[in-house]
């Protein structure tokens, strides 16, 4: 599925079992929320903090995927077509960036 059908999908789903999109202030309070559970996985998980017991059955795959569909939301409310925008950032990436990370002497 690419992006333009995950955006499609998202706004069915709105449609058929949501009442309407949450505001794009209270989507962007709720991906700060997302972000901040699955930085809570990995922090534990692959850092240094200590992981609790009721975070060992987390699942760091849902909360990416929480956090995609609210990125999925925000584009939908504000006319964005994330495909089209991925698209150009993974080009002026591959343009500004092609030797950057081959010259980094921490990266090797």
């Known amino acids: 599925m690419n992006l333009q059908n995950s955006q ?19 989507n962007m309070a709720q991906l700060t929320e997302e972000v901040g559970e699955v930085a809570r996985i990995i922090a534990r998980r692959y850092g240094e903090q200590s992981e609790k017991e009721s975070d060992k059955n987390k699942d760091l795959g849902e909360e990416l995927a929480d956090v995609v569909f609210v990125v999925l939301c925000l584009a939908n409310q504000t006319g964005i077509d994330l495909q089209e925008a991925f698209n150009k950032k993974m080009d002026k990436k591959t343009k500004r960036d092609h030797d950057r990370h081959h010259n980094n002497d921490k990266l090797k």
Not at 8 to 26: C, M, P
């Open 8 to 26: 499609q999908a998202v706004d069915s789903w709105i449609k058929e079992h949501g009442v309407r999109y949450f505001n794009e202030l209270t």
